[in-house]
């Protein structure tokens, strides 16, 4: 691949930053890097934004953005069909190769969820039987074959925070007393989408590689956690709806043990319920 001249230095390109997570992690890196990212919809929000380019993955070669930005670091946070998301990094894989790139993909919990007995870590072999989880398995395969010190592969378990769709949802069935699917034998991980975007931010910082599990700590049953996050931010109560796929407890928990972060980047799911649920949030839901 031919890489276009110019000094790629600090040059962040995210694609999928008009996302929840890529959001995020642009407003985090904004200040500190030359940012630029792609957005897929939202023409009237990211139009007219000089940094933002319009990326479908079926429609459009990444290539272009490619040459027109020379990115030293791509952070991958988008979605769409698998086909083309493969082919598009592919394409990224090659870049990172020829110009010396970085690529950091986010990846999923999804990539263990044909597992189930215990929590899984960076070494552990994933199995995944969901849609997702095979999907995000077969770009980690493809983004493995790239020299480490060209890829971050970032997992990550449940995301939640204050405007995750998680949360709206829950919002959403408080307000109108509507039914909240919880899974009762399900046991995550979690953490926040203002955390990933820290973490991301201090390991562009310190050129750190290879697989990063980013989530909490330690565990949680999902129904004790949106019951607690519930309990947090409103007198009522939604209509839990439990919902079962086994008679036994089951993991789909990512923890971090092989590639720490320093403690002020970690998280617990007691910060990830605080964060959660902050106090500006809670005046509209309690009386």
């Not at 600090?10 to 890097?33: C, H, M, P, Q, V």
């Not at 986010?106 to 849609?131: C, I, Q, R």
């Not at 398995?137 to 074959?145: A, D, F, G, P, Y």
Request: charge should be negative; charged fraction near 25%; hydrophobic fraction near 40%.
């Amino acid at each position: 691949m031919r890489i276009a001249e110019g000094n790629m230095s600090n040059r962040i390109l995210i694609l999928g930053a008009s996302g929840f997570i890529g959001n995020t992690i642009y407003k985090e890196l904004l200040s500190y890097f030359d940012v630029y990212g792609t957005y897929a919809g939202q023409e009237g929000l990211y139009g007219n934004n000089q940094v933002f380019f319009k990326y479908v993955v079926e429609e459009d070669d990444i290539r272009v953005i490619l040459n027109k930005v020379r990115p030293s670091v791509i952070i991958s946070a988008f979605k769409g069909a698998p086909d083309a998301v493969y082919t598009a990094h592919e394409i990224l894989c090659a870049y990172c190769l020829a110009a010396g790139a970085k690529l950091m993909f986010l990846s999923a919990a999804t990539v263990f969820d044909a597992k189930g007995k215990f929590p899984s870590y960076e070494l552990d072999l994933p199995l995944a039987e969901s849609a997702e989880g095979k999907q995000k398995l077969s770009l980690e395969k493809l983004i493995r074959n790239l020299p480490e010190k060209n890829f971050s592969l970032l997992r990550l378990p449940l995301v939640l925070g204050v405007n995750s769709p998680s949360i709206f949802m829950l919002k959403q069935s408080l307000k109108h007393y509507a039914a909240f699917d919880v899974y009762p034998h399900l046991i995550v991980s979690a953490t926040t989408n203002d955390k990933i975007a820290q973490q991301i931010h201090y390991m562009i910082n310190h050129d750190l590689h290879g697989i990063y599990h980013l989530a909490s700590e330690d565990v949680i049953h999902h129904e004790d956690l949106f019951k607690e996050i519930s309990e947090r931010i409103s007198d009522k109560s939604p209509i839990f709806k439990s919902v079962y796929s086994s008679n036994e407890d089951k993991y789909l928990a990512i923890l971090p043990k092989e590639n720490k972060l320093p403690k002020n980047y970690c998280i617990t799911i007691a910060e990830v319920i605080d964060e959660s649920t902050l106090k500006d949030e809670i005046v509209t839901f309690k009386n």
